[in-house]
């Protein structure tokens, strides 16, 4: 008797609760984002800003789940902004807009017991389409020996087909090389293995922990990627459904032109202009 | 109303609704299904069945799907998932033989021969190691084992080898299939051990009244009545191990390769990919149709084996029965 007696109470309390919930959170616009995982450490930074300056205006509801991911939410109207952290492609339904909202670098890494200092990018297109197949000291003075152990990151992700066509001069990673899920596994799966060779966001590589590769002899860092010398430059975009109107125009607006998204940005990521 | 909800129940209602609740069990199971397989339809459209069957390069496949516009050609359906089909029925073979031999010769020493302070904490332990998340064992494999492999165990030799075949990072068929075996062994010892434990003593004592050596007394007598629950035991693991999937994608390399046998040791190293962690790897494409689609139908034969399993399971059991104490 008491347990049903309960269970209805609880039941009560929940239904209760479940009608007020959403009508006390209508007074606020809500922005949904969705979409790629390297951007979100950024966007969600942005959006926690946004909201302090607007308090009780606007909401916030980000999802990741890969740039792919955000390009089909958002053309099925699913979100009202999308992120992506590669330049738009043929294959991307009609009618999205970009709006690119910062730039990273992509940078090369090995484990750090393998010091490589330069790469060419033909060298490093031979190693990343899988003609190099063995270490010597003529690439870069790398002290491994042995076969080279190129790590990848998955089909869909953008870091990878970025990486594609602003490194490997349009060729492509073929699908021999293990394919990491994310930067963190990838960067775990480089700094446990002597002779590897992968590549990551410049936030993450300059977290530590792993050898970064120059590029032509251009160091991969924020310095030479604003001064637009190093090659792996991408972009974030936030991308809508025609132009952005209402509150995600407001939002997106606001990351291209304030001083405090500036701010942000350029702590770890770059400014587009 | 509230108060009509309090007073007791009488027999119909409670009656209809027990009925309610479980009806509707089936009926997820059964809408399931259906979803699954609706999504699943496209590639079972274009393939018929080939897509089961070896040829082209899945990867390539894969990609040109995850690439593909909202409206993909025809095309782009074209699927041929052997590898990951190879690689679900090679790591579950592998962990589920090398599981049922260490877990029934385990699960007899607990039982039998142990003394009862070991029993007393052995069953509690295997129990509490059969409920640890995969992926805690997952993480185990990257940080710890993969390395080892990698570094210690595989020559440059073995690399050189197949350098332009297939790369040796250490993630591979043999730490997946050693995790694999290590996760499901819990659950076969637990299920077995219970299973010894209930079987009469007074039918073992009468076999070695009758002459019969004890060693000799116990596998045919209380190893026999248990076999319904040894099949139940393999069947769960079997179903445990065909569905794993952040565990294996994390230490198994992930590269749809099909490791090949003929290359000796080497094959132990070589990378694999099964449905499961082909589902995790590429769960991202989701929303794209084509690559989204083959999720589904990697999902809906997941689904199909685990009927599958169970219904054999059921059949193994029919004529064991004769003896059986449980299962």
């Not at chain 1, 480089?190 to 160091?219: F, H, M, R, W």
């Amino acid at each position: 008797m008491i347990r049903t007696r309960r269970i209805s109470a609880a039941l009560t309390v929940a239904g209760v609760l479940g009608v007020a919930a959403p009508a006390a959170a209508s007074s606020a616009t809500t922005i949904t984002i969705s979409g790629a995982t390297a951007s979100y450490p950024l966007v969600s930074l942005l959006a926690a800003k946004y909201v302090k300056l607007h308090p009780k205006k606007v909401k916030f509801r980000i999802a990741q789940g890969g740039a792919q991911v955000g390009i089909n939410d958002v053309a099925a109207g699913r979100v009202t902004v999308g992120d992506v952290s590669r330049d738009p492609l043929a294959s991307d339904p009609a009618g999205l807009v970009f709006y690119p909202i910062a730039k990273y670098a992509i940078c090369v890494i090995t484990n750090s017991a393998n010091p490589v200092s330069n790469l060419t990018p033909s060298q490093l297109t031979a190693i990343f389409t899988g003609k190099t197949r063995t270490w010597s000291a003529a690439l870069g003075g790398a002290t491994a020996t042995g076969t080279i152990d190129v790590i990848s990151r998955q089909q869909g992700a953008g870091v990878l087909s970025s990486f594609q066509t602003l490194v490997l001069e349009g060729k492509k990673i073929p699908g021999t090389f293990p394919e990491k899920i994310s930067e963190g596994q990838l960067k775990q799966a480089v700094e446990s293995d002597p002779s590897s060779i992968g590549y990551l966001s410049n936030y993450q590589s300059e977290k530590g922990g792993v050898n970064t590769v120059a590029v032509g002899g251009v160091a991969c860092n924020k310095a030479d990627a604003i001064s637009g010398q190093y090659p792996g430059v991408a972009r974030f975009y936030e991308v809508t459904k025609g132009r952005a109107t209402g509150a995600a125009s407001a939002f997106i607006g606001w990351i291209s032109k304030s001083a405090a998204a500036r701010k942000i940005i350029s702590t770890q990521w770059i400014p587009v202009v | 109303m509230l108060k009509h909800l309090r007073d007791p129940w009488p027999d119909h209602r409670a009656e209809r609704t027990l009925g309610a609740v479980s009806l509707l069990v089936g009926v997820v199971v059964v809408a399931m299904i259906g979803f699954v397989g609706v999504h699943a339809w496209p590639i079972f459209q274009h393939n018929g069945l080939s897509w089961l069957g070896p040829g082209g390069s899945i990867e390539a496949e894969i990609a040109n799907m995850g690439n593909a516009s909202v409206h993909p050609a025809a095309s782009v359906y074209h699927l041929n998932a052997w590898p990951l089909v190879y690689g679900t029925l090679l790591t579950t073979t592998i962990a589920v033989v090398l599981g049922l031999g260490i877990s029934v010769l385990s699960s007899i020493f607990i039982v039998e021969l142990a003394p009862a302070r070991v029993r007393a904490v052995a069953i509690p332990v295997i129990r509490l190691l059969a409920s640890v998340p995969s992926v805690i064992y997952g993480l185990i494999g990257i940080l710890v084992l993969v390395p080892f492999v990698g570094n210690d165990l595989i020559t440059a030799h073995q690399k050189a080898s197949v350098q332009n075949v297939v790369e040796l990072t250490g993630a591979g068929l043999g730490v997946t299939a050693l995790i694999l075996t290590v996760m499901i062994t819990p659950i076969m010892v637990a299920l077995i051990c219970e299973a010894l434990v209930s079987v009469p003593r007074s039918w073992r004592e009468g076999a070695i009244a009758l002459g019969v050596n004890p060693v000799r007394a116990m596998l045919a007598v209380t190893l026999r009545a248990a076999r319904p629950a040894i099949v139940a035991a393999a069947v769960l693991a079997t179903a445990r191990a065909l569905g794993e999937a952040i565990m294996i994608s994390m230490v198994s390399g992930s590269r749809s390769f099909a490791p090949k046998p003929i290359d000796g040791v080497t094959f132990l190293f070589e990378p694999l990919r099964t449905l499961a962690s082909a589902i995790v790897d590429y769960h991202e494409g989701l929303s794209a149709p084509a690559l989204g689609s083959a999720l589904y139908a990697f999902a809906f034969l997941l689904l199909f084996s685990a009927f599958a399993l169970s219904i054999a399971g059921y059949l193994i059991k029919l004529p064991l029965r004769k003896y059986q104490v449980r299962g």
